[in-house]
Antibody, heavy 123, light 106 residues
Framework: EVQLLESGGGLVQPGGSLRLSCAAS????????MAWVRQAPGKGLEWVST???????YHADFVRGRFTISRDDSTNTLWLQMSSLRADDTALYYC?????????????????WGQGTLVTVSS | DIQMTQSPSTLSASVGDRVTVTCRVS??????LAWYQQKPGKAPNLLIS???TLESGVPSRFSGSGSGTEFTLTISNLQPEDSATYYC????????FGQGTKVEIK
């Protein structure tokens, strides 16, 4: 059974930093792309970042230069390093497993999701 | 960037009804589209990928269709447990979600 367990969320002041973690189990982590998706309170889903199985990274325009996604295949862990945080970064951050993982289709849709970790940016 | 327009934003229907949610995309994404169901306080759950492929374990009353720029999610024989918010999601170029459609049971 695929399990994704996020941690690292919390209350941080504007301009601060935070590192989110996602511990994955139940699948061959190193074969799949992984992603972070966020959801502001009462709002819709918003893709944040993706890292492929080859460690190529992609970030949404609104976080580029502030957030960095990375992975450690030896520990089945996904991270999101967040800096220069703003109030509008307040959201529940989900770790998601991408269904892609082949040279032909390195990324696809998200077939499994964690329960999320809440990030609140406020003074 | 690919833009997605989902409609309606809310719909109310009775048990047993057939409901349709539409997702329009700003440029062709062939069939690189998924649908998710999200219930309050829960993570999204994948229903359909590649526009029309039903995920294992998803009831057959859910179906998806479309290609290019227009897609639909249909729930036939609506059940009380289908009360949720539904999102479309394109993965042709980066990843984008629709704004969501809240389905309420009358």
């Amino acid at each position: 059974e695929v399990q994704l367990l996020e941690s690292g969320g919390g209350l941080v002041q504007p301009g601060g930093s935070l590192r989110l973690s996602c511990a994955a189990s139940g699948f061959n982590f190193g074969r799949y792309a992984m992603a972070w998706v966020r959801q502001a309170p009462g709002k819709g889903l918003e893709w944040v970042s993706t890292v492929t199985y080859l460690s190529n990274t992609y970030h949404a325009d609104f976080v580029r230069g502030r957030f960095t996604i990375s992975r450690d295949d030896s520990t089945n862990t996904l991270w999101l390093q967040m800096s220069s945080l703003r109030a509008d970064d307040t959201a529940l951050y989900y770790c998601a497993k991408d269904a892609g993982g082949t040279p032909e289709l390195p990324t696809r849709h998200f077939d499994h999701w964690g329960q999320g970790t809440l990030v609140t940016v406020s003074s | 960037d690919i833009q997605m327009t989902q409609s309606p934003s809310t719909l109310s229907a009775s048990v047993g009804d057939r409901v349709t949610v539409t997702c329009r995309v700003s440029q062709s994404i062939r069939t690189w589209l998924a649908w998710y169901q999200q219930k309050p306080g829960k993570a999204p759950n994948l229903l359909i990928s590649e526009a029309s492929t039903l995920e294992s374990g998803v009831p057959s009353r859910f179906s998806g269709s479309g290609s290019g720029t227009e897609f639909t999610l249909t729930i036939s024989n609506l059940q009380p447990e289908d009360s949720a918010t539904y999102y479309c999601h394109q993965y042709q170029s980066y990843w984008t979600f629709g704004q969501g459609t809240k389905v309420e049971i009358k």
